[in-house]
Each structure stands twice: as structure tokens, then as C-alpha cells.
């Protein structure tokens, strides 16, 4: 679809600005940080906080991986293969968790299950215990985060695949008297392995780079992430680039084996229909369904639940009471109302504005050039659209800081830390795949047969884009775009580490209030935060649905 010169005009401002802005900031945090003097100060022992760090991040990544990876996969494999109570209800609410900002979920589970929380003080009150039962704290706590915010990834891949099973594969083993846990090891498993296969990965990588909830519950234990944090906050920038360089390069690997991967499906699939779900009639098995599925529900529902609960709560109310003594509407008048209160909610609405705004001129860009060109090195430049991803927000934080904390070009001969743009920057950076996957997937199934007859008929390229190939792709590009405001909206690691009191974002503010006991306002802006991103997804599945209705 692309000239070659058209493809060349796109490929230098697209290629200047992935070498400029995620690349070269890269090579300056491996030159800060990569020195002998600098390892040597950080695994000079095998028991320095570092080793334990990366230990601890690693050890946490696998079990989350198998945590999740057997949530993820048991809730898609029964969705797809039994009929029971309640079952299309969790299936419209299984990803919900993936909606929800990082901020904003740790935040629920620090208010239900914290030490403090509403359930260890119910049963402390419910048992006549002296003390609560549990704690929510430490490295289970951060455990249980992570598989109810990444369990997400292996339900939608092996869902995904799942639907692409042969009916005549199970009918055929059930024919052959095989149960049905034999016909999930022997004939379903091996059809899912490159869909787990690319989850675990997935997983394990967004795992590795979590900050969040090793912040708010590690405690004492050591993250590789909390200790880029804590390095920068001490002013020791080298060290926390040597870090960044271990977690980097860990991620990158995993980025590879992604990227690199087999993508071809499980032998045997997809040829035939999927099989419909089969009926649970058994009245034990029913009530079992039943149990579980609301016993889901709550898991998922609960965190929300708790979240809208306390934004009503009065500041002071609630010190060792199981709930608030005293609610109050005064949390979402302020939010309104006060102008201090609003300014972080309009400094995330501004920036993220800012950055989708740029994604979506890059990535549609970028998309073109990988689908839709025929120049060399598209395998390359995928590759470098998909680095953001596995680069830590701590670490393009840090990355920032070491290149944009002088004058240079590529800051316009300013310095750009410490001022407005730099968050804008960074949710622009962290968020370039986002849209540049949803166009190339939109753009794989564009036929170009349009294009040609578009250009035989007399249109200029920007005609044919304009009027063929945009009502076509317009809801690949949405969804990115969705995707990519939605995430700065809610982005909080980067933030906290670059921001300033004249553009702290929502989430930060968050952070601000849970310190200061204001648990209510903290709330409140957490509630805000995830009525602009339902508001947001509605918006634009409503845009992508018309848009779509409008191309056939």
C-alpha cells in the first residue's frame, strides 16, 4: 500500500523519534550506570540488599506466574467448556481487573485486607480476638496482588485459543471413554501450550516490573524496582542506573522470546467449530458452580466495592472502627468544587491528552510502515515499537532523568526535568506499543485491493487514507487510542519519580492523602479515576462500533 517514498518520508521522523526518545535514553542510563565500580558496590555480597532484591523479584515473578497461570486458565477453560449459574456474568467481568489502575487495586486490597482493613477486623470482632487473624502485608501480600491483576493475561490468551479448538478433537476423545480431566491433559493442554506459553512470559515480564504493590506492602523485603527508587530518592542517580541496567536487561530477554517466538497455533487447531458448552444438570455440581461462582464474583467485586464505600468517608472516621463512624458527600464536592482539590485531575486529564495524542500520530505512523511497506528491517522496527513495554516505568523514569536533566537537543535545548512536559514525555514513551500493535493488527486485515483501485480511480495517498483505509482501521486505531489514555491516566510509576507539585497527577495525589490519613479523599479520587476510564471505554466502544457499522 506504501510507495517506497511515501515509506521513506514515514520511516525518518518514526525511526528519529523511537532512536531519540526510547533508545538513546536507554544507552545513556547503560553508560551511567553500567561500571565496575558501581556492580561491585551493589553484589559485592550475597547478602547485600540488591542480591536479596533480585532474588525476591524473581522468586515473586514465577509464583505469580503460576498463580496466575492456573487462575487464568482454569476460569477460561471451564467458561468455555460448561454451562452453569452466573457464568456469563463472569465472563462480561473476568478482565475487570485489567481495567482498574495499579494505584487504585492496591489501594482496594491495603483497605479490605490490610492490617487496618475491613475483613481482618471483622473476624477479629466476629472470633473476640485480642488481634486480627491476618495481616495483608509482605511478600504473600504483593503475591496476591499480582495474580489478581495479571490472572487477566492467561484467561483472554487461552480463551483466545480456545475458541479455535476442533469440537471433533474432544468428541472424538470422549468417544474413546476418555474422562475429562484426560481429555484437558492429553487433547486440550498441548493445543494451549504457545498461548501459555506467551502469557507466562507476558506475565512474568510485567511482574518483574511491578513498583506498586512492593511499595505500599513489601515491608522490609527488597524489590529491584524499590531499589531504583530508593537510590534516586537519595540522589545516588548511578546506582539506581546500575539497577535499572540488571532489570532491563532482564525484561528485554523476555521481550525477545516474546517477539521472537512461534506464533503458528497448536497443531490440529481451528479446523473445525468450537464445541458448545456442556450443561452442569448434576444438583451437587450446580450448587458446587454456583458457590464458586459467587465466591468469584465477590473476589473480583469486593476491591471496587470497598473503594466506593470509603470515598464517602469523613476524614478522621475511621481509626479502629471495622467500618467509618461518619460519611460524608464533602469528598466529590471537593473534587469539583475546590480548585486545589480538581488541579490534579485536570494536570491527568491534560497529559494524557497530550500523550495519546502523540501515540496515535506515531503509532499509526510506525503501523503503516511495519503492515504496509516493503522496506527492509520491519522485523527491527517492530522490535523497537515493542521496547517501551519491556522497559520498566522505574526504569524510563530513570532514563529520563540521566538524558533530559541537562539542555539538549532533543529537549529543544531545554531541561526538561523538573518542569511540565517530562510526564507527558514519559506516558508517551510507555505507552507507544499500545496503539502501534491495535493499527497493525487492523491494518493485517486490510485488503489493499481498496488502496489500488482508490489510486486507479485518481486519489492521492492522503485521499485514499482519508476516505478508504481510515473507516476501516478506525476501530484498531480506537482501541489503541482507548488503551493508551486510559493507562496515563491511571500511570503512577513513572510519576513518582518525575513529577512536580505543579502537575502531580491523580494517582499521585492518591498517595499524598493515604499518607495523610485522609483515606476518604483518597478514595474519592480513586472512584474518579475509574469513572473517567469507564467513561472513557464507553466513549470509545461506542465511536469503534459506529465507525465499524459505518465501513460495511
Not at 476442533?166 to 493442554?189: I, K, N, Q, Y
Not at 537510590?231 to 525477545?256: E, M, P, R, W
Request: glycine share 8%; net charge positive; charged share 10%.
Amino acid at each position: 500500500m506504501l510507495s517506497r517514498r511515501g515509506a521513506f518520508w514515514l520511516l525518518v521522523p518514526v525511526l528519529a523519534i523511537l532512536l531519540g526518545y526510547v533508545v538513546y535514553p536507554s544507552l545513556r542510563m547503560f553508560a551511567t550506570g553500567m561500571t565496575w565500580d558501581n556492580y561491585a558496590a551493589l553484589f559485592s555480597s550475597w547478602r547485600s540488599a540488591n542480591v536479596r532484591a533480585l532474588y525476591t523479584s524473581v522468586w515473586i515473578s514465577l509464583t505469580t506466574v503460576l498463580g496466575a497461570g492456573v487462575l487464568g486458565t482454569t476460569l477460561a477453560y471451564l467458561f468455555f467448556r460448561f454451562d452453569f449459574p452466573l457464568r456469563r456474568t463472569l465472563m462480561a467481568l473476568a478482565a475487570l481487573p485489567l481495567a482498574l489502575p495499579p494505584l487504585v487495586g492496591v489501594l482496594a486490597f491495603l483497605f479490605l485486607y490490610g492490617e487496618s482493613g475491613i475483613l481482618p477486623r471483622s473476624l477479629q470482632a466476629l472470633l473476640g480476638l485480642d488481634a486480627v487473624p491476618f495481616r495483608f502485608e509482605g511478600l504473600w501480600a504483593v503475591w496476591l496482588v499480582h495474580v489478581y491483576s495479571l490472572y487477566v493475561y492467561f484467561y483472554l490468551f487461552v480463551m483466545a485459543a480456545l475458541r479455535g479448538v476442533d469440537r471433533s478433537l474432544l468428541e472424538a476423545a470422549a468417544d474413546l471413554g476418555a474422562p475429562p480431566h484426560l481429555t484437558f491433559r492429553r487433547v486440550v493442554l498441548p493445543l494451549l501450550r504457545p498461548a501459555l506459553v506467551s502469557a507466562a512470559l507476558l506475565v512474568f515480564m510485567v511482574s518483574m516490573a511491578s513498583f506498586t504493590a512492593p511499595l505500599l506492602f513489601a515491608g522490609t523485603d527488597n524489590f529491584l524496582t524499590l531499589q531504583i527508587y530508593n537510590y534516586k530518592t537519595n540522589g545516588d542517580l548511578a546506582l539506581s542506573a546500575a539497577v535499572s541496567t540488571v532489570l532491563t536487561l532482564i525484561c528485554l530477554a523476555f521481550l525477545l522470546l516474546i517477539e521472537l517466538g512461534p506464533r503458528r497455533p497448536g497443531t490440529g487447531a481451528a479446523k473445525g467449530a468450537a464445541p458448545p458448552p456442556v450443561p452442569v444438570r448434576s444438583g451437587w455440581a450446580r450448587a458446587l458452580a454456583l458457590g464458586g461462582a459467587l465466591a468469584l464474583l465477590l473476589f473480583l467485586l469486593l476491591p471496587i466495592a470497598t473503594i466506593v464505600l470509603l470515598s464517602f468517608a469523613q476524614e478522621g472516621s475511621w481509626t479502629y472502627q471495622i467500618l467509618p463512624a461518619r460519611y460524608t458527600l464533602a469528598n466529590y464536592v471537593d473534587l469539583l468544587a475546590d480548585p486545589d482539590v480538581f488541579q490534579p485531575i485536570r494536570n491527568s486529564l491534560r497529559m494524557a491528552a497530550l500523550a495519546t495524542a502523540a501515540n496515535v500520530v506515531f503509532g499509526v505512523a510506525a503501523a503503516l510502515l511495519i503492515a504496509k511497506s516493503r522496506l527492509p528491517g520491519r522485523t527491527f522496527l517492530r522490535l523497537l515499537t515493542a521496547l517501551p513495554f519491556a522497559i520498566p516505568g522505574t526504569v524510563i523514569a530513570v532514563n529520563l532523568i540521566v538524558t533530559f536533566n541537562t539542555p539538549s537537543p532533543l529537549g529543544f535545548g531545554r531541561i526538561l526535568v523538573g518542569t511540565f512536559w517530562i510526564l507527558p514525555l514519559a506516558y508517551f514513551i510507555r505507552h507507544i506499543p499500545f496503539v502501534v500493535r491495535a493499527t497493525v493488527a487492523a491494518l493485517e486485515g486490510y485488503d489493499d485491493r481498496l488502496s489500488e483501485a482508490s489510486a486507479d480511480l485518481g486519489a492521492g495517498f492522503l485521499t485514499t487514507f482519508r476516505r478508504v483505509v481510515l473507516p476501516v482501521i478506525g476501530p484498531g486505531i480506537l482501541a489503541g487510542t482507548l488503551l493508551t489514555f486510559v493507562a496515563a491516566l491511571g500511570e503512577f510509576v513513572s510519576s513518582i519519580m518525575l513529577y512536580i507539585f505543579e502537575n502531580r497527577p491523580i494517582s499521585v495525589e492518591i498517595l499524598a492523602q493515604l499518607r495523610l490519613y485522609d483515606f476518604g479523599a483518597a478514595a474519592a479520587y480513586a472512584v474518579f479515576l475509574m469513572l473517567l476510564i469507564g467513561l472513557s471505554t464507553l466513549v470509545v466502544h461506542r465511536l469503534g462500533a459506529r465507525d465499524a457499522a459505518g465501513a460495511l
